[in-house]
């Protein structure tokens, strides 16, 4: 089954910039969503479809997807940007959702 | 706006069964695909199910194929999950969540309901 890696987490200064990596067998053949989670609330979509933002996600944030590798990039980091990451795609091949492990990012 | 409110969840013996429903409202439930996703208690997010605008077309993860079964009530804007043979693994906050096609995101998801399975 496809399997999506991501780093157990992420830590940055406030401003600075902050990567978090999805990692899967060529993975810029699929199109990856990306959601953040902060504790006691539902996911909310982050970017979908690589790199495309919804309404009132800041810009900021910023996706790729390239080889084996999806990128979600947060430019100038807030600490209200603090959360949980997690990269989903949709794997035919299986017909399965597939979830990475998830990526806390934390704000120093 | 787009609402999806679980229920059904609770405290179950392993090998019992429960039946979670999720009631939506504010979009057209008839045209759009559903899922679940589960989550258990400090983990990551789980795909559990997913099926078609249509449900002519339905998906499951390896861990509860055979155990799980989804559905709609298109006339009621309602989802279902039949969790049969419940284990203590099944333990988790339970999503509804919506999508416009497979390949899609899940672009609003209800607040979930807990499965606990504890003898």
């Known amino acids: 089954s496809y399997v999506l890696t991501q780093p157990p987490s992420v830590s940055v200064a406030p401003g600075q910039t902050a990567t978090i990596t999805c990692g899967g067998n060529?993975?810029?053949?699929?199109?990856v969503h990306w959601y953040h989670q902060k504790p006691g609330q539902a996911p909310v979509v982050a970017l979908y479809?690589?790199?495309d933002r919804p309404s009132g996600i800041p810009e900021r944030f910023s996706g790729s997807n390239s080889g084996n590798t999806a990128t979600l990039t947060i430019s100038r980091v807030e600490a209200g940007d603090e959360a949980d990451y997690y990269c989903?795609?949709?794997?035919?091949?299986?017909?399965?959702?597939?979830f990475g492990g998830g990526t806390k990012l934390t704000v120093l | 706006q787009v609402q999806l409110v679980e229920s059904g969840g609770g405290v179950v013996q392993p090998g019992r069964s429960v039946r979670l429903s999720c009631a939506a409202s504010?979009?057209?439930?008839?045209?759009?695909?559903m899922s679940w996703v589960r989550q258990a208690p400090g983990k990551g997010l789980e795909w559990v199910t997913f099926?078609?605008?249509?449900?002519?077309?339905?998906y499951y993860a390896d861990s509860v194929k055979g155990r799980f079964t989804i559905s709609r009530d298109d006339s009621k804007n309602t989802l279902f999950l039949q969790m049969n043979s419940l284990r203590v693994e099944d333990t988790a906050v339970y999503h509804c969540v919506i999508s416009t096609e497979v390949v899609a995101a899940f672009h609003h998801w209800g607040q979930g309901t807990l499965v606990t399975v504890s003898s």
């Open positions: 989903q795609v949709w794997d035919s091949s299986s017909d399965h959702v597939v």
């Open positions: 099926i078609s605008y249509d449900g002519s077309k339905t």
């Open positions: 479809f690589d790199s």
């Open positions: 504010g979009f057209t439930f008839s045209s759009f695909t």
């Open positions: 060529n993975i810029e053949s699929k199109r």
